[in-house]
């Protein structure tokens, strides 16, 4: 950028300016291998999405809610990419005994929680080493409109 400057003596003085912009780019990392998802007694999970890298991971769901696990049980089931979603919920409706992880679908689950009421936590570790993008239910019979979400993993 030139610039022309006159005095009132009629001299003129070119002044050249030149900037230098240095541009710092942030690389967003939200990915992180210990999560910590919370459930209520609204039927809620605290967030409809986690982002994790492809390796071990440590996660704890925990209810903040106040009801027990009889009445506003939640539990936090991860599921194999393919899934269907309504099927797997309507099959684990009906797996009171096992705390609504349905035997006949293990096969479909990369890793769950067990089943909390209010005031409760549970932390499970798992690895899951396939990038991609899982479905994560609560399996207690109703919850299942409310309570979903997706895993990506990077």
Same mark, same amino acid.
């Given at each position: 950028t030139i610039f022309a400057l006159q005095s009132c003596g009629g001299k003129t003085e070119k002044v050249e300016?030149?900037?230098?912009t240095e541009q710092v780019v942030e690389v967003e990392d939200n990915a992180s291998?210990?999560?910590t998802i919370e459930s209520n007694d609204q039927m809620q999970y605290s967030t409809n999405e986690l982002h994790v890298k492809a390796g071990e991971v440590t996660l704890?769901?925990?209810?903040t809610g106040n009801m027990e !696990? %009889?009445?506003?049980?939640h539990n936090l089931v991860i599921l194999k990419s393919g899934t269907?979603?309504?099927?797997?919920?309507? !099959? %684990?409706?009906e797996a009171k005994a096992s705390d609504y992880i349905?035997?006949?679908?293990?096969a479909s689950i990369v890793a769950h929680t067990k089943l909390i009421g209010g005031g409760e936590s549970d932390t499970i570790t798992f690895t899951i080493s396939e990038p991609g993008t899982y479905d994560y239910i609560c399996s207690f019979p109703?919850?299942?409109?409310l309570m979903k979400g997706k895993l990506i993993v990077e």
């Open positions: 300016e030149t900037t230098t291998n210990e999560i704890t769901l925990k209810h !696990k %009889a009445v506003m049980g269907d979603v309504n099927a797997f919920g309507a !099959k %684990a409706a349905p035997a006949s679908e293990e109703g919850h299942l409109a």
